[in-house]
């Protein structure tokens, strides 16, 4: 349903790129990446769900992480891919709106559930003996609601300024799917407001965190440095390693999308951007803890063994 100030009912998504000789090269490439998603997303879930001694606090966040990732890049990637074997990817504006608002939603969650993650390491290696006590369930799941309190209110804040919009003739969304400066692109009245309200929200919900995760591990690499024994130093390093990487990677090329003007960043380089932190960070996420991290490669091990024995 169209919203009351606008003429438009539906849009078109431009899609990746407008080239016939690479839409089928990059469908195939895609596709592999949504399956290794999926793949790694659901694998890291069942496996944290099935063995009881990962039910930790560290697990129980990467559980939710996972969790959000494989949301996340369902609600992006099947419809990239439909444009890829479509003459006209039309999406209503309803649909577009309810997109636009979960993948707010769950690239906001993400946002904070990376900080409460880092605040967790902060607890198990500073406060070591007080862990238990500190990230009890009750605090856990405390934590996790104000993590998905924060992304509904962003994605409200979003979809409703978005929503508010008048759109009058052109449809045509340049993205392979209804992000929020695409959409600021097509309406016919100004803008301004929109896009303070953009950098405004933005600036909160990538500027709280990292400012959480900047003194969680500062105060962690202090506590580091104060470990006398070269083997309790590693095992330390080892256990952040994994989260600092997967942080990089996230508020990196989601800063870079959103923290500048549309006018200085070109559309089409905001979709390479967008690409990265829609569709290839969930699928490194589960990679990276997985391959780095030594609990989960050996429960790996022992589930895949009582399968096969089985």
Known sequence: ?????????????????????????????????????????????????????????????????????????????????????SKKNIILHAECMTQLFYFCFFVISESFLLSAMAYDRYVAICKPLVYTVTMSPQVCLFLLLGVYVMGFSGAMVHMGSIAS??????????HFMCDIFPLLELSCNSTYVHELVVFVRVAIDIGMPIVTIFISYGLILSSILRIHSTEGR?????????????????????????LKPPSTLPLNQGKVSSLFYTIVVPMLNPLIYSLRNKDVKVTLRKTLKRKIFF
Do not use: W
Request: glycine share 6%; charged share 5%.
């Open 1 to 85: 349903m169209a919203a009351k100030n606008s003429s438009v009912t539906e849009f078109i998504l431009a899609g990746l790129t407008d080239q016939p000789g690479l839409q089928i090269p990059l469908f195939s490439l895609f596709l592999g990446i949504y399956a290794v998603t999926l793949l790694g997303n659901l694998g890291l879930i069942t496996l944290i769900g099935l063995n009881s001694h990962l039910h930790t606090p560290m697990y129980f966040f990467l559980f939710n992480l996972s969790l959000v990732d494989f949301c996340y890049s369902t609600t992006i990637t099947p419809r990239m891919l439909k444009s890829f074997i």
């Open 165 to 174: 919009l008048t759109f009058c003739h052109d449809n045509l969304v340049n």
């Open 234 to 258: 590693s095992k330390a390093f080892s256990t952040c390693s994994s989260h600092i990487i997967v942080v990089s990677l996230f508020f990196g090329s989601g800063a870079f999308a959103y």
